[in-house]
Structure formats: structure tokens, C-alpha cells
């Protein structure tokens, strides 16, 4: 047996305990230094991530917002009741993810996708980050495909494309939503996935809005999350972007998708309350100085992506309330100029029985037109100038009585426009049947008949492209080739019904 030489045995342990150093780490576990309205200041956490989920006691779970040299500033997803000054905490090294999926839809969920819907859980097994960088510029399509909403003066002025960002904008009370809620219905039966999110909203809305979209059979194509006026700021601020999320699984599968933001106001305000209780420096109106970030990287998120990835797409329509009409504030400016192009609701259309109350001379579409259809755009090539005279000539109408022919009739041409354009409450259109009465419109077929009796002969030209023999082909032929139909057979159809109809 060999000899066991105790002394350099013994020299060897020794030498091992002087330099063993025993390390701990101590970067992801900290202490709350401060805690109330949903936001913890929290010391210790050295090494933790921007928006890196963080485990409070009770269960609570923050999202790191506010990275300081002494201290990390967390937004609190839960009852900040539950902690208190000198609680234990620890960093999880996890983004926040929310889950996705088609057994989302016909539901209403929070932020966090938890159904609040008291139809039971919702389980998926697909996570997907709430935050995501967006398509860059090689992965995406130019908008070349219509969006029909349904709304005459929309699809003819203002038309939105899939894979666009179109801006609702007015005064509050002005029909935005309805249009947004009408753009939803009008998606039934065309395999558009819709996602509505209701940020800061009344519990009442959101609830008018469930039994809209569930009287019209369009929940089982639509998601709602819902991050009402009650909910915390947080949980606000986070709406739109698990919303966005939820789409993007759609579109990454090759499917269209359609997203409404009501409203991107009451995000900034949720986003500047948070901003605050981090005391973070504000700025103009008193947002911080990346609210501006807030929002692109948002609306940036809406795409059409290219055929090898699939060609879906996410359409986006953010609304945003204005402040007695001014778009030159902060936040519409700011959306304006991230958006390609908006919708704009004026107040006074509105009280006039003007509704839609959409004013078309501040109301632009930047993409829209490439993917209307031919034969609408034929059809409303010379509107947007029509309304703009109209506009111009009943102002100085209003001065004189003494007004030549020319005048008057392009007077009551622009009345009778006026008049076409309105639409009722979920009253959406098909493409014929705005096609139909579009040309009969610009094409001066309307020009004998009284005022009083458009809405009559409109009634019955929709009613003769279902029944009709020749609106049938007039339909058949423009579902088809999505061009125009022979005029010949389009004008003979309009005179036959103006003539019966009167």
C-alpha cells in the first residue's frame, strides 16, 4: 500500500480554503422600496432586463418599465394591496408572453388573455411576447388588396387596403366606433379574423359592443380584449399590444386580420400616468418624451407580408378622440404621422343627420386607392371634387338668391351626393350594391329625380340586383373581374328601375 502523505494533502486543503470564495448571487433577488398605485420601485435587481417579468409576493407579477442606477421601477399586473415596503423579490429572467390562438375567438378577454367573459377558461399551449419587433421592409407586400367596409362613403373616398393603418378621428360622440364595429360586420364570410380592443372604455361599451357583433353572427370571427375605464393602468397600457399580438398568429399562419384600437388617447393618458409614477421627465402636455415610440411600434406591427411568408396580413384602425376637433394636438399629430391616412368625424355633419359624419375633404387614404377595386374607382373618380364644389357653392349660396342654371344644378347634384352618402347604423353594403348606386350618382342618371325620392329608387336598386335579370348579371359580372360592367347594360338597368321605382 502506497504511503499517504499527510502534509501535502493537508498543504493542498489549506491552499483550496484560502482561495475558495463563495458567490452568491444576488442580481435577481431585490426588496421593495416603494409600492402604490400599481407601481413598485424596487433595489437590488442588478442585472434585470427591460420589460423582463419580475415575481412579487402573492403571487403579483410586474413588468420591469423604469431601469434606474439604484433602483428598477416595475408596472404591477396585479392587487398592489398584496405588497408592502421590504417584501422579497425576484427577477424571472421572462418576458411577458400571452397566449394565442383560435380558441380565442367568440370570447372576451383581459390583456393577459384570462377570459372575462364568465364563459369558463380559455386554455392554449401557444405563447407568443407581448412585445415584438414588426415586420421589417423585405418580409412585407405593398397594400394591394380592398378591405370592403361596407360604408359607401369610405370604400369610394377614404378606401382602406389589407395591410394598412387608417386613422379614426373626431370629437367624442361622433360615430367612431360605429364605423370600426360596421368595418367588423362587413368582414362576415370573407375569412378576416377581427380583434376588437377597448382601452379605458365604459364596462357598458364594451358590453353594447359584444351584443352587436353577437346579434350579427360576428363573434365567432372576433376577438375582444377589454382593459376597461376600472382596470388598472397597467393592464391598459398593455391592451393593445396583446391585441396586436393575438393578430400577429393569425397573420403568420397566411390569414387576414383586422384590428381596432378604441382608443389610442386613453392609452397615451394610461402610459403618461405610468410614466409619472416612475418620475420619469415629461414633456409636451405633460407625456414623456417616447410617447411617440409608444404608438409606432404599435401600429407598426400592422403588414402585409410577403408570399413567402405566407401573405397574410394585419389591418389596422386606430381610433383617436379629438378635443373640439382639434387634430393639431399632441397625440392626433403624432398618430396622423404614423398612420396612412385618416378618417376624419366632424361634429357638426353629425347634428345635421349627416352620418356617417365623415368630412371628406380632411379625410385621406395614402395607400387605399392602389387596392380599390377598378370598378369603384371608376365609378368615384370625380365624388371627392363633387362634395368639395357642393361645399363651396352652398356657402356662397346662402348669399344671394339670384343663381344660374349651371349653379343650381350642380347644387342639387351635391345635395343628392350628400343624401347617397348617409348610411344607417350596421347597414353595410356589397361591393355591387355600392357600385350600383355610385355610377348612378356620377353618371347624372339621379339628376330627375326629386330629393325626397332617392332613398326610394336606392332601396329599389338594391333590391333589383338580387331579383332583377340584368342586376343579376350586373353582379355575377363585377364578382367576377372586379372591373366595369358594359355601360349600356348598367344604364338600362338604373332607368328601368328609376321608372318603376317613381
Same mark, same amino acid.
Given at each position: 500500500?502506497?504511503?499517504?502523505?499527510?502534509?501535502?494533502?493537508?498543504?493542498?486543503?489549506? &491552499?483550496?480554503?484560502?482561495?475558495?470564495?463563495?458567490?452568491?448571487?444576488?442580481?435577481?433577488?431585490?426588496?421593495?422600496?416603494?409600492?402604490?398605485?400599481?407601481?413598485?420601485?424596487?433595489?437590488?435587481?442588478?442585472?434585470?432586463?427591460?420589460?423582463?417579468? !419580475?415575481?412579487?409576493?402573492?403571487?403579483?407579477?410586474? !413588468?420591469?418599465?423604469?431601469?434606474?442606477?439604484?433602483?428598477?421601477?416595475?408596472?404591477?399586473?396585479?392587487?398592489?394591496?398584496?405588497?408592502?415596503?421590504?417584501?422579497?423579490?425576484?427577477?424571472?429572467?421572462?418576458?411577458?408572453?400571452?397566449?394565442?390562438?383560435?380558441?380565442?375567438?367568440?370570447?372576451?378577454?383581459?390583456?393577459?388573455? &384570462?377570459?372575462?367573459?364568465?364563459?369558463?377558461?380559455?386554455?392554449?399551449?401557444?405563447?407568443?411576447?407581448?412585445?415584438?419587433?414588426?415586420?421589417?421592409?423585405?418580409?412585407?407586400?405593398?397594400?394591394?388588396?380592398?378591405?370592403?367596409?361596407?360604408?359607401?362613403?369610405?370604400?369610394?373616398?377614404?378606401?382602406?387596403?389589407?395591410?394598412?393603418?387608417?386613422?379614426?378621428?373626431?370629437?367624442?360622440?361622433?360615430?367612431?366606433?360605429?364605423?370600426?364595429?360596421?368595418?367588423?360586420?362587413?368582414?362576415?364570410?370573407?375569412?378576416?379574423?377581427?380583434?376588437?380592443?377597448?382601452?379605458?372604455?365604459?364596462?357598458?361599451?364594451?358590453?353594447?359592443?359584444?351584443?352587436?357583433?353577437?346579434?350579427?353572427?360576428?363573434?365567432?370571427?372576433?376577438?375582444?380584449?377589454?382593459?376597461?375605464?376600472?382596470?388598472?393602468?397597467?393592464?391598459?397600457?398593455?391592451?393593445?399590444?396583446?391585441?396586436?399580438?393575438?393578430?400577429?398568429?393569425?397573420?403568420?399562419?397566411?390569414?387576414?386580420?383586422?384590428?381596432?384600437?378604441?382608443?389610442?388617447?386613453?392609452?397615451?393618458?394610461?402610459?403618461?400616468?405610468?410614466?409619472?409614477?416612475?418620475?420619469?421627465?415629461?414633456?409636451?402636455?405633460?407625456?414623456?418624451?417616447?410617447?411617440?415610440?409608444?404608438?409606432?411600434?404599435?401600429?407598426?406591427?400592422?403588414?402585409?407580408?410577403?408570399? &413567402?411568408?405566407?401573405?397574410?396580413?394585419?389591418?389596422?384602425?386606430?381610433?383617436?378622440?379629438?378635443?373640439?376637433?382639434?387634430?393639431?394636438?399632441? !397625440?392626433?399629430?403624432?398618430?396622423?404621422?404614423?398612420?396612412?391616412?385618416?378618417?376624419?368625424?366632424?361634429?357638426?355633419?353629425?347634428?345635421?343627420?349627416?352620418?356617417?359624419?365623415?368630412?371628406?375633404?380632411?379625410?385621406?387614404?395614402?395607400?387605399?386607392?392602389?387596392?380599390?377595386?377598378?370598378?369603384?374607382?371608376?365609378?368615384?373618380?370625380?365624388?371627392?371634387?363633387?362634395?368639395?364644389?357642393?361645399?363651396?357653392?352652398?356657402?356662397?349660396?346662402?348669399?344671394?338668391?339670384?343663381?344660374?342654371?349651371?349653379?343650381?344644378?350642380?347644387?342639387?347634384?351635391?345635395?343628392?351626393?350628400?343624401?347617397?352618402?348617409?348610411?344607417?347604423?350596421?347597414?353595410?353594403?356589397?361591393?355591387?350594391?355600392?357600385?350600383?348606386?355610385?355610377?348612378?350618382?356620377?353618371?347624372?342618371?339621379?339628376?330627375?329625380?326629386?330629393?325626397?325620392?332617392?332613398?326610394?329608387?336606392? &332601396?329599389?336598386?338594391?333590391?333589383?340586383?338580387?331579383?332583377?335579370?340584368?342586376?343579376?348579371?350586373?353582379?355575377?359580372?363585377?364578382?367576377?373581374?372586379?372591373?366595369?360592367?358594359?355601360?349600356?347594360?348598367?344604364?338600362?338597368?338604373?332607368?328601368?328601375?328609376?321608372?318603376?321605382?317613381?
Amino acid at each position: 500500500m502506497a504511503n499517504i502523505n499527510l502534509s501535502e494533502i493537508s498543504s493542498l486543503l489549506k &491552499e483550496k480554503i484560502k482561495n475558495y470564495q463563495q458567490v452568491i448571487a444576488t442580481d435577481s433577488i431585490g426588496k421593495v422600496i416603494e409600492v402604490g398605485d400599481s407601481i413598485a420601485l424596487v433595489s437590488g435587481l442588478d442585472k434585470v432586463m427591460l420589460n423582463e417579468l !419580475i415575481e412579487f409576493p402573492g403571487g403579483v407579477m410586474g !413588468i420591469a418599465q423604469s431601469l434606474e442606477s439604484d433602483h428598477v421601477g416595475a408596472i404591477l399586473l396585479g392587487d398592489s394591496s398584496l405588497i408592502k415596503e421590504g417584501d422579497t423579490v425576484s427577477a424571472t429572467g421572462r418576458i411577458l408572453e400571452v397566449p394565442v390562438g383560435e380558441c380565442f375567438l367568440g370570447r372576451v378577454v383581459n390583456p393577459l388573455g &384570462e377570459a372575462i367573459d364568465g364563459l369558463g377558461s380559455i386554455v392554449s399551449d401557444v405563447y407568443r411576447p407581448v412585445e415584438k419587433k414588426a415586420p421589417g421592409v423585405m418580409a412585407r407586400e405593398s397594400v394591394n388588396e380592398p378591405l370592403q367596409t361596407g360604408i359607401k362613403v369610405i370604400d369610394a373616398l377614404v378606401p382602406i387596403g389589407k395591410g394598412q393603418r387608417e386613422l379614426i378621428i373626431g370629437d367624442r360622440q361622433t360615430g367612431k366606433t360605429s364605423i370600426a364595429i360596421d368595418t367588423i360586420l362587413n368582414q362576415k364570410d370573407t375569412g378576416v379574423i377581427c380583434i376588437y380592443v377597448a382601452i379605458g372604455q365604459k364596462e357598458s361599451t364594451v358590453k353594447s359592443v359584444y351584443e352587436t357583433l353577437k346579434d350579427n353572427d360576428a363573434l365567432r370571427y372576433s376577438i375582444i380584449v377589454s382593459a376597461s375605464a376600472s382596470t388598472p393602468a397597467p393592464l391598459q397600457y398593455l391592451a393593445p399590444y396583446a391585441g396586436v399580438t393575438m393578430a400577429e398568429y393569425f397573420m403568420e399562419k397566411g390569414k387576414d386580420a383586422l384590428i381596432i384600437y378604441d382608443d389610442l388617447s386613453k392609452h397615451a393618458v394610461s402610459y403618461r400616468e405610468l410614466s409619472l409614477l416612475l418620475h420619469r421627465p415629461p414633456g409636451r402636455e405633460a407625456y414623456p418624451g417616447d410617447v411617440f415610440y409608444l404608438h409606432s411600434r404599435l401600429l407598426e406591427r400592422a403588414a402585409k407580408l410577403n408570399k &413567402e411568408l405566407g401573405g397574410g396580413s394585419i389591418t389596422a384602425l386606430p381610433i383617436i378622440e379629438t378635443q373640439a376637433g382639434d387634430i393639431s394636438a399632441y !397625440i392626433p399629430t403624432n398618430v396622423i404621422s404614423i398612420t396612412d391616412g385618416q378618417i376624419f368625424l366632424q361634429t357638426d355633419y353629425f347634428h345635421k343627420g349627416i352620418r356617417p359624419a365623415i368630412n371628406a375633404g380632411l379625410s385621406v387614404s395614402r395607400v387605399g386607392g392602389s387596392a380599390q377595386i377598378k370598378a369603384i374607382k371608376k365609378v368615384s373618380g370625380t365624388l371627392r371634387l363633387d362634395l368639395a364644389a357642393y361645399r363651396e357653392l352652398e356657402s356662397f349660396s346662402q348669399f344671394g338668391s339670384d343663381l344660374d342654371d349651371d349653379t343650381k344644378t350642380r347644387l342639387d347634384r351635391g345635395a343628392k351626393t350628400v343624401e347617397i352618402l348617409k348610411q344607417g347604423l350596421h347597414k353595410t353594403l356589397r361591393v355591387e350594391e355600392e357600385y350600383i348606386i355610385l355610377y348612378a350618382l356620377t353618371r347624372g342618371l339621379l339628376d330627375k329625380v326629386e330629393l325626397s325620392d332617392i332613398r326610394k329608387v336606392e &332601396e329599389a336598386l338594391y333590391s333589383n340586383l338580387r331579383t332583377n335579370e340584368k342586376g343579376k348579371e350586373i353582379t355575377k359580372i363585377l364578382l367576377e373581374t372586379k372591373n366595369s360592367v358594359d355601360d349600356e347594360l348598367v344604364k338600362s338597368f338604373i332607368n328601368d328601375t328609376i321608372k318603376k321605382a317613381i
